[in-house]
């Protein structure tokens, strides 16, 4: 089981990017499926998840951030809209593999299960 991404780069402030979050030949219908981002130093912080019962985002990025998902295309995606310097990190995609389909996603790290390579996502002017 593995997560490609891809999408990243370089935006001026107000700019807007969309990864992607690919799981070639396997299913994500029994995921729960998450964005994290990750600047150097600081801990590994949980921007957005989706399961079937909830949608999560972190205040931060509430009204900017849309995370989606293709079923079709074992894919999932992270449409990030007026960026702000402060949005600058390294994003991963993340799944976990759920027992029980009414279970709310968790941004805590640990109970992820499978992680793509990480993608920059740099904002400035």
């Known amino acids: 089981f593995q997560l490609v991404e891809s999408g990243g780069g370089l935006v001026q402030p107000g700019g807007s990017l969309r990864l992607s979050c690919e799981a070639p030949?396997?299913?994500?219908?029994?995921?729960?499926l998450g964005w994290f981002r990750q600047v150097p130093g600081k801990e590994r912080e949980g921007v957005s998840c989706?399961?079937?019962?909830?949608?999560y985002y972190t205040d931060s990025v509430k009204g900017r951030f849309t995370i989606s998902r293709d079923n079709a295309k074992n894919a999932f995606y992270l449409q990030l809209e007026n960026l702000k310097p402060e949005d600058t990190a390294v994003y991963y995609c993340?799944?976990?593999?759920?027992?029980?389909?009414?279970?709310?996603?968790?941004?805590?790290?640990?109970?992820?299960?499978?992680w793509g390579q990480g993608t920059q996502v740099s904002v400035s002017s």
């Open positions: 030949g396997f299913t994500l219908d029994l995921y729960h």
């Open positions: 993340a799944a976990e593999l759920v027992y029980n389909p009414h279970a709310m996603c968790d941004m805590t790290p640990s109970v992820w299960d499978y």
């Open positions: 989706l399961s079937d019962t909830n949608t």
